[in-house]
């Protein structure tokens, strides 16, 4: 009995000794970041903004899922005292499996410009422009957040990314001062924060007239109306796929993309199978076909005979509406003057792309199929790609719009959820009211 009591109070004295320490610890490592997207009004694109440097300065960035690294333009007002060039032969530089090395800098040294360093190719994926640029590391620093609100910024002293120039920036939004990647490999920026910040190897990606990007642990919550909905647990999966030739402007030998491409088997309209040539569907040797995710796409782009197929089965599914003259880019528009609206947009034909079997489905609801151009026409949001694309599939940004995607890098698989429309919620509805 004494002896209980003295263990117990010794139990007691223990955990009021630990946990203080414990809670302390536990806070300062986040389990996940948050970044804030809006949506450029003018070009389209999606805006991130992430704080780099010493002193920190906060920077507009260019979304690209498919982008190798963070890139910024050093040659304009890059001050940092905590620059750090990735020196040739260094674990970074093989990390980063850079096959370049830059003995001499003549207008160095400064960012940009020292010697014996690594480089990369920055590429400007909307103008399909790149440079050769060098591999640096400097301070990073974003919101932690629980997955309700975000909480303290953290920052880590040693994020890799890529030196740009200023004429790469052309053709990005104003004010824009470089490009974020969320591509696959190690200088990526979800590998980069995973092991900067120790982070579970996944992101999640909302996208929307505002949305968010999720880097670590789920859940990821959007305030509902009214309810608590944990998206994140509700996600169907399917692989993420190599393609093994870089789809990048340019790429050292024998480097595999970056970028996100699936397995769709098949597409359904309405219920039914679209004839598609099984061939294109698949990725080759030579890196050719398959399906990819984008977000510098506005619209999904589909090879030729894929896209005639399509939209021959979405007519017929949807042969009940009136047929208007078509709206470029688009090939196939409708008199929506009588047609009413649900929930999930136009009550228009469903779409899916279907992956590995039967069950596992991606249903496009007439929000994200849809495009109303202008009053009482409405059109199919999906372009022809023209015969032999480098990808047969791309999905654009109009058909990710208001669905969560997660990429998890350590399992390599996809998770998507559908629109969030159907549970009253949408990708602006992060709760953006900081907690810290
Ligand atoms: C870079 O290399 C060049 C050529 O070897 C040399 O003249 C220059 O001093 C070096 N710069 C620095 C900062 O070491
Ligand atoms: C960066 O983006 C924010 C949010 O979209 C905007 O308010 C701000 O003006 C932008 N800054 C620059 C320098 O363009
Ligand atoms: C399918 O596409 C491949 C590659 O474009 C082509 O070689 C093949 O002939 C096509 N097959 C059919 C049945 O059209
Ligand atoms: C379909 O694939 C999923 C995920 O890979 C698996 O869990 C499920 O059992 C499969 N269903 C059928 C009918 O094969
Ligand atoms: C958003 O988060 C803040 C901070 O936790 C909280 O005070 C507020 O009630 C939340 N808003 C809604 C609509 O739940």
Not at 98 to 119: A, L, M
Not at 195 to 203: H, I, P, V, Y
Not at 381 to 402: A, L
Request: hydrophobic fraction near 40%; charge should be positive; proline fraction near 6%.
């Amino acid at each position: 009995m004494g002896l209980l009591a003295l263990m117990s109070a010794l139990f007691l004295m223990l955990c009021f000794l630990i946990s203080p320490s414990l809670a302390k610890t536990h806070s300062l490592r986040p389990k996940a970041l948050v970044l804030p997207v809006t949506k450029d009004s003018s070009t389209g694109q999606y805006i991130t903004q992430i704080s780099q440097r010493t002193p920190l300065v906060p920077l507009n960035l260019t979304l690209d899922l498919g982008g190798q690294s963070l890139w910024v333009d050093c040659d304009q007002g890059y001050v940092s005292s905590s620059y750090n060039p990735v020196k040739c032969g260094s674990a970074q530089c093989s990390l980063a499996k850079s096959q370049s090395c830059s003995e001499t800098c003549f207008n160095g040294p400064k960012p940009g410009c020292n010697n014996n360093t690594c480089s990369l190719f920055p590429y400007n994926s909307l103008t399909q422009t790149s440079t050769i640029g060098e591999l640096a590391q400097d301070v990073l620093s974003l919101q932690s957040t629980d997955g309700f609100n975000p909480g303290k910024h953290v920052s880590s002293p040693q994020v890799m990314f890529t030196c740009g120039a200023t004429f790469l920036l052309e053709g990005l939004a104003k004010g824009v001062k470089g490009i974020a990647g969320l591509g696959r490999g190690k200088v990526g920026l979800p590998f980069q924060l995973a092991n900067a910040f120790r982070l579970k190897r996944k992101f999640g990606v909302c996208l929307g007239s505002k949305g968010v990007i999720f880097f670590g642990k789920s859940p990821y919550k959007f305030l509902p109306a009214g309810r608590d909905i944990s998206i994140s647990k509700s996600l169907s999966y399917t692989p993420l796929l190599i393609n093994p030739v870089s789809t990048a402007g340019a790429s050292f030998a024998g480097e595999p993309s970056v970028e996100y491409f699936i397995g769709v088997k098949s597409i359904m309209v309405a219920g039914k199978p679209v004839y598609i040539n099984s061939t294109l569907l698949t990725i080759n040797k030579e890196g050719y076909g398959g399906t990819k995710i984008s977000s510098v796409v506005p619209y999904t782009v589909m090879e030729t005979s894929i896209y005639k197929s399509f939209t021959k089965g979405f007519a017929k599914a949807f042969s009940g509406v009136p047929r208007v003259k078509s709206v470029a880019p688009f090939g196939l528009c409708f008199d929506s003057s009588k047609l009413g609206s649900t929930r999930v947009g136009p009550p228009a034909p469903l779409i899916d792309f279907v992956f590995q079997n039967a069950s596992v489905y991606w249903r496009v609801f007439g929000a994200n199929s849809m495009v109303q151009v202008k009053k009482d026409v409405l059109c199919l949001g999906f372009v022809d790609g023209g015969e032999n694309p480098r990808t047969s599939i791309v999905i654009g940004v109009h058909q990710v719009e208001d669905n969560l995607l997660q990429f998890d890098l350590a399992k390599s698989r996809l998770g998507f959820s559908s629109t969030l429309l159907f549970h009253q919620t949408t990708c602006s509805n992060f709760n953006f009211t900081s907690n810290a």
